[in-house]
């Protein structure tokens, strides 16, 4: 398939903005993306899409959302969102709770939705896993994962303290949130020296014993190891400041979910180098700690250059409406080509999946969305979606 005489934003680091291109594909994947001057192929096939008048971009990445999880128009019957009867739950996997014939993920796809990053709630200090999916291919979840696990999820603040305080329970205060995440980090760090230390002495005279299988333990050695992330849940300052003081105490590498607080703190994220997912912007202030919500967040991020997405939290924002919530940044202060790296490029590489999306170039999947208007007008919606080479109907 070739698109021509298209206004492309790549979201590459070089060059935003082709002003009159073309992007060629071949079986689900980009093969090579130019300047209308520079093209040598042939527009007489059948297989051309004329894009005139209309702007291409990288179909959009939400980077923390509950979709498939908590289901459409559903009550507790599709509610999977967290098993709240437990409040260290590292070794639950959402892609086990994902429907993904949920109405919502066609809505996703139509919207220009290409991935989405998934997985359980902040109802425990530590819920289970994310996994990034495409929205589009597939009834079965299992051949829609990009990439399993993406992080394993935190969570600090209200949530957990909500949850727990009239089940005479731990945690009820902000103190044992966080002690509870310590302690099963402890141990599955020795887990995972004694597991390793098993392996080397293994046959040998000085073989040790092998640890008892422990699956929550099992669930964090990846993260322990730096091959994911730790996504904390944190709106207020200071549970912030606890998600950055954990990730040292472990040497994880973390990302802070909703940074609702960021703004106030802007010069300490750009010292501490911290990735922040931010959002939902289109909510109301539902909880104390959302007090200093506002849309000047992203904006005031941006300036200090510190990295972050843009996400719906869906279902708290409908999840069609990402780039929408990407136009109340811009309301805020946020240039427009930022706001769309924001859910595009930005997100992907947070996520550890910019290999697979969120730019317009060679060898990334041909994963695409065309706006002829404005992409944050709510009025406006996609002239056409592409996701793996294909049109979504």
Known sequence: ??????????????????????????????TAVGSMEEFSGSLDSGDVIDASGLTVYPAFVDAHCHIGICENGLGFEGDDVNEDTDPCTPHLRAIDSVNAADLCFSEAARAGIGTVVTGVGSANAIGGNFIALKTYGSCRVDKLVIKDPVSIKFALGENPKSTYKDRDESPVTRMAT??????????????????????????????????????????LIPLLKRQIKAHFHCHRQDDMF?????????????????????????????????????????ADRCKPELINQNIENAAKLHKKGIEFAIC????????????????????????????????????????????????????????????RGEVFDITEKPEFVVINGKFVD
């Open 242 to 282: 606890t998600a950055i003081r954990i990730a040292k105490e472990f040497s994880l590498d973390y990302v802070l979910i909703h940074a609702t607080d960021g703004w106030l703190i802007a010069d300490e994220l750009r010292d501490e180098r911290t990735q922040c997912v931010i959002g939902p912007l289109f």
């Open 312 to 371: 719906t939290d869906h279902p708290e924002t409908p999840i069609q409406y990402l780039p929408v919530t990407a136009g109340i940044a811009v309301r805020g202060g946020l240039p427009k080509a930022d706001a769309i790296r924001a859910i595009t490029i930005n997100p992907a590489r947070i996520c550890g999946i910019d290999d697979r999306v969120g730019r317009i170039e060679s060898g990334k999947d041909a994963d695409l969305t065309a706006f």
């Open 178 to 219: 966080a002690a509870i995440i310590r302690e099963q980090l402890c141990k599955a760090r020795r887990y995972m020296e004694d597991s390793e230390n098993y392996e080397r002495t293994k046959g040998t005279d000085d073989e040790t014993t092998r640890p008892d299988p422990d699956m929550k333990c099992e669930a």
């Open 1 to 30: 398939m070739i698109i021509c005489n298209a206004r492309i934003f790549t979201a590459s680091d070089d060059n935003d903005i082709i002003e009159c291109g073309y992007i060629e594909t071949n079986g689900g994947v980009i």
